[in-house]
């Protein structure tokens, strides 16, 4: 009973993947799950229509989507712009709601469940999406000020 459980191996061990968890082990996970092969992409399967839209839809609808709800929200005296946070933290954080792909998979799989080829378009324009909405929404965020405020205002 004297052991010292801060201090021991697993909880070292612990602490330590604790910062790769979230960044390396569970994207890999779901590119991994998503089951796309790279093998055979080409920039022209990055730009078919089914591709770019639900690669659009992720990054513009998610961002048109929360952040408009979010501004009625707060507008109508519903909610409340969060503390220290200001509108173009808002605006990060709506982009970054277009990384979860998980539902995105199971939609895109159950639509085009008779076409294997619609189902990898859709995949890549998931994964695609994922991509675009984390790397913008991570650059907005950081060059979003440190503290923001109630009383910014939407321009």
Do not use: Y
């Not at 792909?101 to 324009?125: E, W």
């Amino acid at each position: 009973f004297g052991h010292d459980v801060e201090h021991s191996p697993l909880h070292r061990l612990e602490h330590g993947l604790h910062k790769l968890v979230p960044f390396i082990v569970i994207p890999i996970f779901g590119f991994a799950n998503a089951g796309v092969s790279l093998g055979g992409l080409s920039v022209a399967a990055l730009v078919e229509p089914l591709t770019l839209g639900v690669a659009a839809g992720l990054v513009v609808g998610k961002l048109v989507g929360v952040f408009g709800a979010s501004v009625l929200a707060i507008r109508l005296g519903l909610a409340d712009l969060p503390a220290n946070a200001g509108w173009l933290h808002m605006i990060g954080i709506s982009l970054l709601c277009g990384i979860g792909f998980t539902m995105s998979l199971f939609i895109g799989l159950l639509a085009f469940a008779n076409d294997a080829a619609l189902q990898d378009a859709v995949k890549v324009g998931i994964l695609a999406g994922s991509l675009i909405a984390a790397l913008v929404g991570a650059a907005v965020l950081l060059m979003a000020p440190a503290t923001g405020g109630a009383e910014e205002d939407v321009e």
